[in-house]
């Protein structure tokens, strides 16, 4: 058995010109800004695809770009003035941060209407209280993934490895939101290999090189691989041995192309709520 290939590509396309049609018919233009704080090179890679993507999606986006020494109370500043500014909906600063920035408090300090990673306290708490509107653009982008390859989720045994604020922890209540039965698996977790074994749907993002195997996987199970590693020899894999998982899975998704093209896509989706919602809102 070989595993049905799950196309990221293609649902992020559909996503993005979906988003493109919405912003199209709304009357205004949505806009995005996205800041960056020094200069790391991953870090520049995504946010220029942020920007390029949702300009392409009709939404007006820009970078603020800062230096490395930038303060803590200078971001602060930054991100007061775009709460203020009635033009801008969406805000995301990239992480990571600088370690004389603290995370937690420029997190904090986003609007939460305008908070378009879901990471303000608020929308945590909304999307753990089922009432989510503003959610995380990876896990968000998972639960499109299952959806677009017609996988069920009520009362099906989920795993979902790996414990995050950014994907972990909302990719389980996504799922349980769904009426999965969820299982978060972390690195303290006693035999990792058995947990899995046991998910009818698997959802990895721990960042560790190829660490699911295919013998960890259950015959017929849909495996969703968020990680992105750079290996020794340089190819970029995920945290599922791919090739071994397909000779198992059900359904997989590729990497790259599957998880990664669909978080800008979120992205832009979260844009445009933010703004429909706040516009009606104002
Ligand atoms: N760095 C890695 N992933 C993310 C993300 O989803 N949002 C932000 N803001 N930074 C990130």
Redo the contacts with the bound molecule.
Sequence with gaps: MSARIIDGKQVAAELRASVAARTAGLGYTPGLV?VLVGDDPA?SV?VRNKDRAANAAGIAARTIRLPAATTEAAVLAVIAGLNADAAVDGI?????LPPQIRARAVIEAIDPAKDV?G?HPINVGRLHDGVASLV???PLGVMKLLAASGTPLRGVRALVLGRSA??GKPMAALLTAADATVTIAHSRTADLAAECRRAEVLVAAVGRPEMVRGDWIAPGAVVIDVGINRRADGALVGDVAGAEAARVAAAITPVPGGVGPM?IAC?LENTVTAAAARRAAA
Excluded: A, G, M, W
């Design positions: 996205v870090s995504y995301l600063v990239q992480l990571p990673d990471f995380p653009c990876t950014i994907v978080t992205l």
